[in-house]
Every structure is written in structure tokens, then in C-alpha cells.
């Protein structure tokens, strides 16, 4: 190379450096043009801050609740703002459910439960900006105290459930603040399905609710769905409680499993293992025949059958009643089906504006029933589902679709959504079923059904030890393994009845619901442990 | 000699290659054509079609023996009998309403083993009276299974409705050994209705038209068309003008009943039918029996001798 070429690529090159030299040169005049640029918004939005905030300490987060002192502050729940209080200034404590921010105003809406009300927080000679501020950026779920002024609107606020009134806020405190990113937004797990999809809002799947059920349990829908809940569990004992019955108590952990191993947990037990009861009925047996004439008991029962299905977990919470009776079984079936129509009609009565509450997102027909219960013979239901086109045998179990045929069809005879189906066939029931004295291919047996599925299977139970020994043979169980229940029969025993239902279906069923997840506030199936 | 001849399409000596692994069969152009020939020759018809033409003889003459049978009958039926007289034909010998006969498989279907439940849905604001009444002659004539429920649309019923069907069967708990059930419900709807096979018979509306269907179960339509003819004339017009009209039309009413009455024991002569149980149960619902004309009052003394509607007064109030 000669030494002009060098000198020419020297010039090149120290004029190409030059030209990144200016390049960079300018990009550092701009960086430091924005950063000037910041710092003067900075600082005037600083002296917009340090400008008189009057309102300093009427807004806050408040020091973790650690029981520093014992305020005697009376917090009015948000279901008791009615018009009635207006013009009073009380305290409210409840979470935040939505917040917004429209200029010099924040419109706050506050949930407790399944309640809503408005509240209203503008700049004023009470309010700054920065308190305006603080409270719109507020985050969703957090749990505040809220001291405010109960103002009468003129216009119904649709959207929230305390229509009448809202609040005008004088004083905002953060009593326990949320993280910003909810797993699931409430709105979207309340939305009806339909409305979902039409819109092209999202709604949250069964999944993710069940993942984060904390939040999901918040829901107007959710609280509404537990409180029934607890009203049949409420009713289921009251009612049986007036009707002369106990409540006992009985062991989960059992040594053998009675009603055919299949379909048992197995636990280890020190040095032997034992079993998870799949339900009281040995047990409840065993209480009639230690004279306690009527029993009941409310407890969880453990099924490990792999059925993912719709209406299957596999612990649940049973409800169990078993009764001594007279001279025919239908005592107890009458006395059974007299306790679901007190529930039902408690239900219909008590409980309406939570029946209300689920129907919004899930909408469907309200629950009918007679009363007496109407009862039906299996004949007569099988002679249904022939008329209807149906091909099955006299003595042939009835399917699931079936069952729900059936339940149409006699809907739409007898407009019930409840009913019995007496006299089942003897071979599809357990061995302790009582054969039907008249006809020995059919039993005293029955099945309820709430809505065309079913919801409780009952019987006469056998009362005498041969006859049950004769029975247990001839569907090939090990003696052996049934030997105390058996035995329990040996020393005079009342001729008895009874039946169990599952809290979860019946709430799903009356609700008209589709999936038992939704009863059922922790739900065990084959794929799920946890929460 | 044949009036018009073709001219052969086809030479009928053509020689033609037939396959030789297939079977042969027996060439029926050749055989048809002799058999054909000689019989035209010899004048003579072929047996097979001989017999055929003796099948049609002999059912031409029994389609003319049943023509015949069938004019003779539609003479006796469309031309009046001398012997009988036209103007008794009204009061003729109608058949007793409980006595006739009745057939619950041919009027209620097939029974396939399972009890046949008729349902009847009734607001308990106004009860079926006539219903109640039929309910009590039902009872006599066959085995019924009786029951009354409460809609759960409906929140209390007054006491005398639950028990208006009467004490419940001893042999209740055991439904196959009835023929018949009839299922009470108390519910809100506007007008009663009966349900019986959902899948083949649409639901009967009204009382008086339930009325209808309950009473040919008792094998209770009088044959006489006349007289059946005014059995549902009374019944309509105790449902129209009697429950539903003005109180002008109710006197109206009362005063044809009355004239009516004064002639014969009941409304349709000597017998006592639906039509007695339908305008006396719907003249006891309108109230102030005791200033209703005389021949009434002897008639609604007689219906309440018959025993049938005791279920009835004491929902009168």
C-alpha cells in the first residue's frame, strides 16, 4: 500500500470516526435532553405534590393490624347501607372491587360478600388530588376502611346491589392491600357463559377457578351457592331433629371394607393397613340395633372410583338416615321423602335472593316438587320408557340416559323435579336389600331422583342374620370379611330402612347446576388434591 | 291370415357364438312360441290362464254378493222403520249411563303392566266439583288409586282439598293392584287440565271437557244421538252461561232447568247422567240454592239422595 492510500484510509477512517463521533455526540445530546426533560416534569409534578396536600392524613396504608389498640368503632356491614341511613357518616370496611379515576373524581365500587355499593371520592375542601389519586391507584381486592357519608341517589346505580345510596368519602385507610396481578378477575367469574362468548369477554374456565380458589370463592355466585349449602345441611338437621331423630357420629377409619373392596382408599394403620369408609351404613345399622329407632349422621365419605365425571368425587360430604319402622318400609320412605320437601320448601322460602344470586350467572328452571312426594313402581317406569321407544328388559337396570328420560317423561306427566322410583329388581341391588315378599325377582328397594339423576339409593335392609348369610353367598362374598356385621344381627334386631344422599348433588341438582365442582368448596376428584 | 305383418327384424337363422363355459338354459323363445301356436290352432286356452279367469269369476260374484249386502243395509239405516215411531225416538230405550259397558284397554291403550294414572292439574281457587263427583262413581265401578299432592307453585291448600278425595285406599302402598289411578294436584294454572299419555294424547283442558272423558270411562254416553246430543247441550250451557255469564243469564238458566225438570225426574228423562252431575255441581258453586225454582231444588234434593255428591258440600263454602 502506498502511503497516500494509508493517509487517504487514515483520513477515511478519522473522518468516518468523526461521523460515529457526531452520531454518538448527538444521541448523548439527546439522552440528556429527555433526562432533562424528566426531571423538569419531575420536579414540577414534586411541587404539584408538596403543594398543599390539606388532605394528609385522611388517606393512607395503615401499619399491619397487629392488635396496637382496641378502637371502639362501630364498621356498618354494606348490606345495611339503605336509605333509611342517609345523611349519616359511618364507617365501612369492605374490598375494593372496581376502582376509576375520571379527573378531579374516583368512583370506587366496595364488596363485602355479596354486596355492592358505590362510593364516591371527588376533589373538594375535604379531598385533594393526591388523595384522589391514592385511591385510584388503589389496588383490586384490597380490603379498606372507609369512613363516609351515606348520600340518597335520585337514579337507581343498576350495578351494584345497594342501589339507593352510595358514599361520599371522607377518610380512606388500606387495612390490607393486594398484589396488582389477580390470577383471575371477579368480573370474568361471574359472567354468564353466553355473554361471554357473544361479547368476547373472557370468562374463567372451571380449572383455573379450582387452581385459585380463594379468589374464586369471593364471588357474588360462589357465596351464594355455599350459603344454600349451608341451608340444607341447616334444614337436613332441623327437620330431622323435630322428627325424634339422633345425630351419631361414626368412624371413617375401618378395618374391612363391606360393601366389596373395589372402591376403597387404602391408609396405612402402624403396623397393618385399614380403609377409608365408603359410607355409615354398618354403623348406622349397628345404632338401630342398639335401639336408637332413628339415626342420622353428616360426615365425609370416601369413594375411589376413577369417574371423572360431572357428578363424581371422590370425597363428599354424606347425608345418612336410617330408621326402625313399624310394619312396611314405606314408613321410612315416607318419612325420607317429608324431609327433602321441608328442605325444598325451606329452600324456596328462606333462601330466595340467593337462588337469585346463581341463577344471574347460571340461569334455570326453579326447582318443582309435590308434596306428598310422588312415588312410582318400577314397572310403571319401565312401561314409560317403553311407550317412549325404549328397549329394555323388565328386570334390567336403568341407565343413566335412561334415568334422565325417565325424569323428563315424568316431568312433563306430573311437572315434579322430584320423585321416587319404588321396587327396583333384586339383582341389581347390593346383597343386604330385603326381597320383595310377593315377587322374589324384585326387592324393597328405591331410588330418589332430584332433575332425572339420581340422588339417593335406599332399602329395606335385611334384619335377619340367615337370610343375610343366604344373600352374601349367593353374590360370592368372603363371610369372613363381614363376620361383626353379620353378627350384629344375632341379638334381635327391628326391621329398618334407610337412605343417604350427597350435600354436593342435591345443592348442584336443586340449583340446577351442571358440575358438582361448583358445590363443592375444595373439590377431590381422580386429578385433583389440592387446595 | 294375420291382418298386419312386421317384417322380421332379425333373420332367425343367425348363427351365434355361445360361450361354452357358462350353463345352458333351455331357449324360451322357441318353446313359447309352439306352445303359443298350437293353442291358437286348437282353440283351446291354456290351462294356467283358464284357472285364472275362473279366480276372477269368483271374486267379481262376492264383490256383487257384498255390494248387494251393503245396499240393504244402507236402505234399513237411512230409511225410517215403518214400525218405529219417529216421535218417541227421543225418549227411546237410551242405555242406562252405569250400566253400559266399558272397555279400559280400548279407551285407554294398551295396558303394558303398570298402573294408568290420569292427572289432573286444578287450581285450588276453584275447585272441580263435577271432577270429585265422577271421582266417587269411578270408585264404585273400578279399583282406583286415589292421591292428592300439592304443587310446589302453590304454598298452602286449605285442609277439606287434601282430603276431598276421601280416606286413603288400605292397599295404597301397593299401586299394581289398582286399575286405575287418578292423581289430584293443586296447582297454580289457569285452567285445569288432565294429563294421561304424555307421548300419545295431548293434555284435555277444562273441567267440562275432563268431565267428558272420565264419563265414557264409566261406559256412561247414551247411544241415542239425541239424547247425547243434549247431554253436552246442558253442558255447555251450565259451563257458559251458568259458571261464566252475567247474572242475567244465570236466572235464564234456572228458569229453562226448571222448565225442564218439571217434565221428567232428570235432565235427559228417567236416567240420571253427566249432564244432571255438571248443572247441579256448577248451580251449588254459584250459591243461593234455596231461592232457585221449585222443580231445582226437588232436583238437587234427589242428586244429594243419590249419595254421589257428598264429596261436594263440604267444599261449598
Excluded at chain 1, 383471575?184 to 383455573?208: F, I, K, M, Y
Excluded at chain 2, 253427566?274 to 250459591?287: H, K, N, S, Y
Aim: net charge negative.
Amino acid at each position: 500500500m502506498t502511503k497516500e492510500n494509508v493517509q487517504g484510509a487514515g483520513e477515511e477512517e478519522q473522518q468516518a470516526q468523526s461521523k460515529k463521533a457526531l452520531k454518538k455526540q448527538q444521541k448523548e445530546a439527546e439522552k440528556a435532553a429527555k433526562k432533562a426533560e424528566k426531571q423538569a416534569k419531575l420536579a414540577a409534578e414534586q411541587q404539584e405534590a408538596d403543594e398543599d396536600d390539606f388532605a394528609k392524613d385522611r388517606y393512607g396504608i395503615c401499619p399491619m393490624v397487629q392488635s396496637q389498640q382496641k378502637l371502639d368503632r362501630a364498621l356498618v356491614r354494606v348490606q345495611d347501607l339503605t336509605p333509611e341511613k342517609a345523611e349519616q357518616q359511618i364507617w365501612v370496611r369492605a374490598r375494593i372491587h372496581t376502582s376509576r379515576a375520571k379527573g378531579k373524581q374516583c368512583f370506587l365500587v366496595l364488596r363485602h360478600q355479596q354486596f355492592t355499593v358505590q362510593a364516591l371520592l371527588a376533589v373538594g375542601d375535604r379531598a385533594s388530588k393526591q388523595m384522589v389519586k391514592f385511591a385510584a391507584n388503589l389496588t383490586k381486592e384490597s380490603i379498606i376502611d372507609v369512613e363516609a357519608v351515606v348520600k340518597k341517589v335520585e337514579q337507581k346505580i343498576e350495578s351494584c346491589s345497594q342501589q339507593d345510596v352510595e358514599l361520599h368519602v371522607e377518610r380512606i385507610f388500606v387495612i390490607s392491600q393486594s398484589e396488582a396481578r389477580l390470577p383471575l378477575q371477579l368480573e370474568d367469574a361471574v359472567r354468564p357463559e353466553g355473554e361471554g362468548d357473544e361479547e368476547g369477554r373472557a370468562t374463567v374456565n372451571q380449572d383455573t377457578r379450582l387452581d385459585n380458589r380463594v379468589i374464586d370463592l369471593r364471588t357474588t355466585t360462589s357465596q351464594a351457592i355455599f350459603r344454600l349449602q349451608s341451608g340444607v345441611c341447616q334444614l337436613f338437621r332441623d327437620t330431622l331433629i323435630n322428627k325424634g331423630f339422633v345425630e351419631i357420629q361414626t368412624p371413617k377409619i375401618i378395618s374391612a371394607a363391606s360393601e366389596g373392596g373395589a372402591n376403597v382408599f387404602t391408609v396405612s394403620y402402624f403396623k397393618t393397613s385399614a380403609y377409608l369408609a365408603q359410607s355409615p351404613q354398618l354403623y348406622k345399622q349397628m345404632c338401630i340395633c342398639a335401639d336408637f329407632d332413628k339415626v342420622f349422621c353428616v360426615g365425609p365419605v370416601f369413594r375411589a372410583e376413577d369417574s371423572n365425571t360431572h357428578r363424581h368425587l371422590t370425597e363428599f360430604v354424606g347425608l345418612d338416615i336410617e330408621m326402625a319402622f313399624n310394619y312396611h318400609y314405606h314408613e321410612v320412605i315416607d318419612s325420607i321423602t317429608d324431609t327433602m320437601v321441608q328442605i325444598f320448601k325451606g329452600l324456596r322460602d328462606r333462601l330466595q335472593t340467593e337462588i337469585q344470586t346463581v341463577n344471574k350467572q347460571y340461569p334455570s328452571e326453579p326447582f318443582k316438587f309435590l308434596e306428598p312426594t310422588l312415588r312410582l313402581e318400577y314397572k310403571e317406569a319401565v312401561a314409560m320408557l317403553k311407550a317412549a321407544g325404549v328397549e329394555m328388559g323388565d328386570e334390567e337396570d336403568l341407565s343413566t340416559p335412561n334415568e334422565k328420560l325417565l325424569g323428563r317423561l315424568v316431568k312433563e306427566k306430573y311437572d315434579t323435579d322430584f320423585y321416587v322410583l319404588d321396587k327396583y329388581p333384586l339383582a341389581v341391588r347390593p346383597f343386604y336389600t330385603m326381597p320383595d315378599p310377593n315377587n322374589p325377582k324384585y326387592s324393597n328397594s328405591y331410588d330418589m331422583f332430584m332433575r332425572g339423576e339420581e340422588i339417593l339409593s335406599g332399602a329395606q335392609r335385611i334384619h335377619d342374620a340367615q337370610l343375610l348369610t343366604e344373600r352374601a353367598m349367593h353374590h360370592s362374598i368372603d363371610l369372613e370379611k363381614i363376620k361383626a356385621y353379620i353378627d350384629s344381627f344375632r341379638y334381635g334386631a327391628p326391621p329398618h330402612a334407610g337412605g343417604g344422599i350427597g350435600l354436593e348433588r342435591v345443592t348442584m341438582l336443586y340449583l340446577g347446576l351442571h358440575n358438582v365442582r361448583q358445590t363443592s368448596m375444595f373439590p377431590r376428584d381422580p386429578k385433583r388434591l389440592t387446595p | 291370415m294375420p291382418m298386419y305383418k312386421v317384417k322380421p327384424v332379425s333373420p332367425a337363422d343367425i348363427k351365434i357364438d355361445l360361450p361354452t363355459r357358462m350353463y345352458k338354459s333351455p331357449n324360451i323363445h322357441a318353446q313359447g312360441m309352439n306352445c303359443g301356436q298350437h293353442a291358437l290352432q286348437n282353440g283351446e286356452v291354456d290351462p294356467a290362464l283358464k284357472a285364472l279367469e275362473e279366480r276372477q269369476d269368483e271374486v267379481l260374484r262376492r264383490l256383487y254378493e257384498i255390494k248387494a249386502t251393503v245396499d240393504g243395509l244402507a236402505k234399513t239405516v237411512t230409511t225410517p222403520d215403518a214400525d218405529l215411531d219417529a216421535s218417541t225416538l227421543s225418549r227411546g230405550p237410551a242405555e242406562s249411563v252405569f250400566r253400559g259397558t266399558a272397555d279400559l284397554d280400548s279407551l285407554l291403550g294398551k295396558d303394558l303392566g303398570a298402573l294408568r294414572d290420569i292427572v289432573i292439574n286444578a287450581s285450588p281457587a276453584c275447585p272441580p266439583l263435577c271432577l270429585l263427583v265422577l271421582h266417587a262413581l269411578l270408585c264404585q265401578r273400578y279399583q282406583v288409586l286415589s292421591s292428592v299432592h300439592v304443587h310446589s307453585s302453590v304454598s298452602a291448600v286449605p285442609p277439606p282439598l287434601l282430603s276431598c278425595l276421601g280416606p286413603r285406599h288400605i292397599d295404597s302402598y301397593a299401586r299394581q293392584r289398582f286399575q286405575l289411578g287418578f292423581t289430584l294436584i293443586w296447582k297454580d294454572v289457569s285452567e285445569l287440565q288432565m294429563k294421561f299419555n304424555t307421548q300419545s294424547m295431548c293434555p284435555i283442558e277444562g273441567e267440562a271437557n275432563v268431565a267428558r272423558f272420565l264419563f265414557r270411562l264409566l261406559g256412561g254416553e247414551p247411544q241415542d244421538p239425541v239424547a247425547a246430543t243434549q247431554m253436552d247441550c246442558w253442558i255447555d250451557t251450565a259451563v257458559f252461561q251458568l259458571s261464566e255469564g252475567g247474572s242475567k243469564e244465570r236466572a235464564a238458566v234456572l228458569r229453562s232447568l226448571n222448565a225442564a225438570l218439571g217434565r221428567s225426574e232428570w235432565l235427559l228423562g228417567q236416567e240420571f247422567s253427566l249432564a244432571d252431575i255438571v248443572c247441579a255441581c256448577c248451580v251449588l258453586r254459584a250459591g243461593q240454592t234455596t231461592s232457585a225454582p221449585v222443580n231445582v231444588q226437588r232436583w238437587l234434593k234427589s242428586c244429594q239422595n243419590l249419595g254421589h255428591f257428598d264429596c261436594v258440600y263440604p267444599l261449598l263454602q
